[in-house]
């Protein structure tokens, strides 16, 4: 697969990289509902196979879970060691909803418990997973935090994930940004406009997550998949996933479908190829809850669209561009 160095860092990787969010499983607030742990690290396996060189995950993700289960599957995996990137700042309260904690204290926990878990002696990118509310000073404590963190050898570069330019700017008066993770799809082009350009300008590497817009894009979702979602899946209810939104966005699938079918490929893939035609993204985050799926969409780095197919696709999808705008508080329910 081809390569792309991550920002400034010496990291080297893989246009696309493994997505474990799902792999979480059930049992917390923004679960994709229940997942079988061996089909989990199968479709890590497969992911190395093809090639991908890294797998995204977060202390949050299943509560723990998924980071334990990228641990067994590196434990297993018998080839080249894959980099690992994970998150922290986002912990469930007693009641298991999801707050935003950027203490000191706190992130240290947490790097801790992503160490044990993963079974790794550093994290090559340790990531803020959610930037506080805007007039807080957590991100200051947050990221002073992951800088010395750096500095004491447990995590090799530090990112951020979901932070606008602004947020950026207050991280980089205090070290370096690495990259960003940003949600970023045919469905959410909101970072187009600053956020892309900036990083572009700065040279920080872009990792975005949810390329096929949480499945979205697959082109296996239909209405009555999307009707038959788990009551703990947190697609469920979401705008996306139900009308009026739904069928636009089917429609869109459909218009993706006849360009996968010239390419004789998969309507994901070019749901990800799309996303990698930008020049500021760096890679892309692909999760996979089986081998299968793997197989299916890891080689998406693969495809080149052309700028016709790309204008076509991009002309179609217009419509749907209020989507991103339509309620800006609604965005740590969906994107993780």
Same mark, same amino acid.
């Given at each position: 697969m081809q390569?792309?160095?991550?920002g400034?860092?010496?990291?080297?990787?893989?246009?696309?990289?493994?997505?474990?969010?799902?792999?979480g499983?059930?049992g917390?607030?923004?679960a994709?509902?229940?997942?079988?742990d061996?089909?989990s690290?199968a479709?890590i396996?497969? *992911? =190395? +196979?093809? &090639?991908?060189?890294?797998?995204?995950?977060?202390?949050?993700? /299943?509560?723990?879970?998924?980071?334990? %289960?990228?641990?067994r599957?590196?434990?297993?995996?018998?080839?080249?060691?894959?980099?690992?990137f994970?998150?922290?700042?986002?912990?469930a309260?007693?009641?298991?909803?999801?707050?935003?904690?950027l203490?000191a204290?706190?992130?240290?926990?947490e790097?801790?418990g992503?160490?044990r878990?993963?079974?790794?002696?550093?994290?090559?990118?340790?990531q803020?997973?959610?930037?506080?509310?805007?007039?807080?000073? *957590? =991100? +200051?404590? &947050?990221?002073?935090t992951l800088?010395?963190?750096?500095?004491? /050898?447990?995590?090799?570069?530090i990112? %951020?994930?979901n932070?606008?330019?602004?947020?950026?700017?207050?991280?980089?008066?205090?070290?370096?940004?690495?990259s960003l993770q940003?949600?970023?799809?045919?469905?959410?082009?909101?970072i187009?406009?600053?956020?892309?350009?900036?990083?572009?300008?700065?040279g920080i590497g872009?990792?975005?997550?949810?390329?096929?817009?949480?499945?979205?894009l697959?082109?296996?979702?239909?209405?009555?998949?999307a009707?038959?979602?788990?009551?703990?899946?947190?697609?469920r209810?979401?705008?996306?996933f139900t009308?009026?939104?739904?069928s636009?966005?089917?429609?869109l699938?459909?218009?993706m479908?006849?360009i996968?079918?010239?390419?004789?490929?998969?309507?994901?893939e070019?749901?990800?190829?799309w996303?990698?035609?930008?020049?500021a993204?760096t890679?892309?985050?692909?999760?996979?809850?089986?081998?299968?799926?793997?197989?299916?969409?890891m080689?998406?780095?693969?495809?080149?669209?052309?700028?016709?197919?790309?204008?076509?696709?991009?002309?179609?999808a217009?419509?749907?561009?209020?989507?991103?705008?339509?309620?800006?508080?609604?965005?740590?329910?969906?994107?993780?």
């Amino acid at each position: 697969m081809q390569m792309r160095k991550l920002g400034t860092s010496d990291l080297h990787i893989t246009r696309v990289g493994c997505g474990a969010w799902a792999i979480g499983g059930s049992g917390w607030q923004f679960a994709w509902g229940s997942q079988d742990d061996s089909e989990s690290i199968a479709a890590i396996h497969r *992911a =190395l +196979e093809l &090639g991908v060189n890294w797998i995204d995950t977060a202390a949050v993700y /299943g509560l723990g879970h998924s980071e334990e %289960v990228v641990g067994r599957a590196l434990k297993d995996w018998r080839g080249y060691r894959p980099y690992v990137f994970t998150k922290c700042g986002l912990r469930a309260d007693a009641k298991g909803e999801v707050q935003k904690v950027l203490s000191a204290d706190s992130i240290r926990d947490e790097v801790e418990g992503s160490l044990r878990r993963l079974s790794v002696d550093v994290i090559d990118l340790y990531q803020i997973h959610w930037p506080p509310d805007p007039d807080s000073s *957590a =991100l +200051e404590e &947050g990221w002073s935090t992951l800088t010395n963190l750096k500095r004491e /050898g447990k995590v090799r570069w530090i990112g %951020v994930s979901n932070f606008n330019v602004q947020q950026l700017q207050r991280a980089q008066a205090i070290a370096p940004v690495t990259s960003l993770q940003p949600r970023y799809s045919l469905v959410h082009r909101e970072i187009e406009d600053e956020i892309l350009p900036y990083c572009l300008s700065e040279g920080i590497g872009v990792i975005v997550y949810s390329p096929m817009a949480s499945g979205l894009l697959t082109g296996a979702m239909s209405r009555e998949r999307a009707a038959r979602l788990p009551k703990d899946d947190w697609r469920r209810l979401h705008p996306d996933f139900t009308e009026p939104n739904l069928s636009h966005n089917l429609a869109l699938v459909e218009r993706m479908r006849e360009i996968a079918n010239c390419h004789n490929r998969l309507v994901g893939e070019v749901a990800v190829a799309w996303t990698l035609h930008h020049p500021a993204v760096t890679g892309a985050i692909v999760g996979a809850r089986n081998a299968r799926q793997a197989e299916q969409v890891m080689r998406a780095a693969e495809l080149h669209l052309t700028e016709e197919e790309v204008n076509e696709i991009e002309a179609f999808a217009e419509t749907a561009a209020w989507n991103d705008i339509r309620n800006p508080g609604e965005r740590l329910r969906t994107g993780l």
